[in-house]
């Protein structure tokens, strides 16, 4: 009796055992599936990782033809210009009417935007053929004016319609005398002709192309009211 009381005794506690182990490696296939199943779904994400699309502003290409009879022989540097941090980077920033703004993860520019400009200036100076020289003060070259301006706008701006929105300051310094001699201020909203991120970078191409344009003319009149000997 006593012995095999002792052996009854033993089989629920056996039983239990068996139980708790079944129980724990149901549990521990369990969360080997889920961790299997996360690491395919990250495996998937970065197999389908968006890409990136890069974008640049037109710029002018040089000029082959004869200087114009009212060119003026006077050399020019063109500096580097000044830009918040947004316009330092090459992310392409959207905005609303108010102060918020934003930009653009995947969509960027192949250059940051300050520097673009800088580029298009001096090739329109130089494509004009008006000056004796037209250098980068990066070259290290001799000059006899300087032009350096300052980038405010360069973006999307969303309200009741889109618009490319380019805000920026040139000034003209003399370089003997260590003055500013002329100066042009420039802000334009340019309609967006559609909603897709292309869209808005040709409207501010178009804009900065206008603001360069104006410049050089202001530049032009300048130079022929004030002749260097």
């Given at each position: 009796m006593t012995k095999v009381g002792r052996e009854i005794e033993k089989h629920p506690s056996e039983g239990l055992r068996r139980g708790e182990m079944h129980?724990?490696?149901?549990?521990?296939?369990?969360?080997?599936?889920?961790?299997?199943?996360?690491?395919?779904?990250?495996?998937?994400g970065c197999g389908a990782a968006r890409p990136s699309k890069y974008y640049e502003l037109t710029v002018p290409g040089e000029t082959s033809g004869a200087r114009p009879t009212?060119?003026?022989?006077?050399?020019?540097?063109?500096?580097?210009?000044?830009?918040?941090?947004?316009?330092?980077d090459d992310r392409i920033v959207y905005g609303s009417t108010g102060q918020e703004m934003g930009t653009y993860e995947y969509e960027r520019w192949?250059?940051?935007?300050?520097?673009?400009?800088?580029?298009?200036?001096?090739r329109e100076?130089?494509?004009?053929?008006?000056?004796?020289?037209?250098?980068?003060?990066?070259?290290?070259?001799?000059?006899?004016?300087?032009?350096?301006?300052?980038?405010?706008?360069l973006k999307e701006v969303t309200g009741g319609s889109i618009l490319a929105r380019v805000t920026f300051?040139?000034?003209?310094?003399?370089l003997k005398t260590a003055t500013t001699v002329?100066?042009?201020?420039?802000?334009?909203?340019?309609?967006?002709n559609g909603k897709s991120v292309a869209n808005v970078v040709s409207a501010l191409d178009k804009n900065v192309?206008?603001?360069v344009k104006e410049v050089v003319a202001g530049l032009d009149q300048y130079f022929a009211a004030h002749r260097v000997k």
């Open positions: 129980m724990a490696f149901a549990r521990a296939t369990h969360i080997v599936l889920v961790v299997a199943a996360l690491a395919a779904a990250v495996l998937s009212d060119s003026t022989a006077v050399s020019l540097l063109i500096g580097n210009w000044s830009a918040s941090h947004l316009y330092r192949a250059e940051p935007p300050a520097e673009m400009i800088e580029e298009v200036l001096l100076l130089r494509a004009s053929g008006r000056y004796r020289a037209v250098h980068s003060r990066r070259s290290n070259a001799n000059g006899d004016f300087l032009i350096r301006g300052r980038l405010y706008d300051e040139v000034e003209l310094r003399d002329w100066t042009h201020y420039y802000t334009h909203d340019e309609p967006v192309q206008q603001g």
